[in-house]
């Protein structure tokens, strides 16, 4: 049996690695040019030095069994860490948030770089189709994309699955980053909901990070709603202007700022549920079939991997 995944977020990697932990080969097809979606890491220069930042999740927790037996693994590979500043289940990953995203991929085949527009179905085999390519011939299909991305592929092939991913709304999160020359002297490493800022976190105080003063910024999603087309520049001024009011403070010019809008950052949610079609073999899982967050997107996937190796198969 081989299995098309696509997307490879946690909710992907996780389906991926229950399928190979029963034997089951998958292939991942992912849009972007890394692994783990909103688990995400930039690397960018201010004045000639290599600076990252944590720009998507700015933590995950781990509460249910199976991946706090998951993360305290990450932990003992030196990949993850808890950091309390954020909560008291709050772990992120080291030395940066892909990290536990790339230990996740390793031993899968992950094609980057390779959007999916349709899929196919011939007989009891599914094709991909990808910038007027078609992709292989597989037995089963997987979508692990957001909402709004996965209705449109499930729509022609399982109408009750489709209908579930439309009635998920998915909001918005403008994320801007933010490096200066100097410590902001008297701030916790952790801020949470004060105005339009969502969270606001020190990324050199996680553990496993670099010196260097740098701050993800981000806004909560009715800001980032309202200010979903402004340009990178003027929400870089916007949140850094909030970001002082938040602080109380008059902030020094930043030696580097940029912005990340994620437009499908917070899915609305509903109760947990497995979509699998176990007639035509195809499935569907993201953090939208649970309530966000990083941990609810890989479970989804795992249960949805279970439920495929636990199936028959051809």
Sequence with gaps: MRVAIVGAGIAGLACAQRLLDAGIPSTLFEKSRGVGGRMATRRADAKGYAI???????????????????????????????????????WVGTPTMTAPMKALAEGLDVRLDSPVTALIRTGRRWTLQSEGRRLGRFDAAVIAMPAEQAAPLLSLHDFEMARAAM?????????????????????????????????????????GRAPGERWVVRADWSWSEAHLTDDGTRVTDLLLAEFAKATGRTLP????????????????????????????????????LHHGFAEYAWLSGHVLGAAIAAGPNP
């Design 52 to 90: 990252d930042f944590d720009h998507g999740a700015s933590n995950f927790t781990a509460r249910s069994e199976g991946f706090v037996r998951l993360a305290r693994a990450w932990e003992r590979s030196g990949i993850a860490a808890r950091w309390p500043a954020a909560g008291a289940d709050a």
């Design 167 to 207: 009635s998920v709304r998915s909001y918005p999160c403008w994320s801007a980053m933010f490096a200066f020359d100097a410590r902001l002297e008297g701030l916790p490493d952790f801020l949470r909901g004060i105005g339009p800022i969502a969270t606001a976190s020190r990324e050199s105080a996680k553990p």
């Design 253 to 288: 010019a930043p030696v580097y700022a940029d912005a990340q809008r994620w437009r499908f950052a917070q899915p609305s949610g509903q109760e947990n549920r497995l979509l699998w079609n176990g007639t035509i073999r195809l499935g569907a899982c993201g953090d939208w």
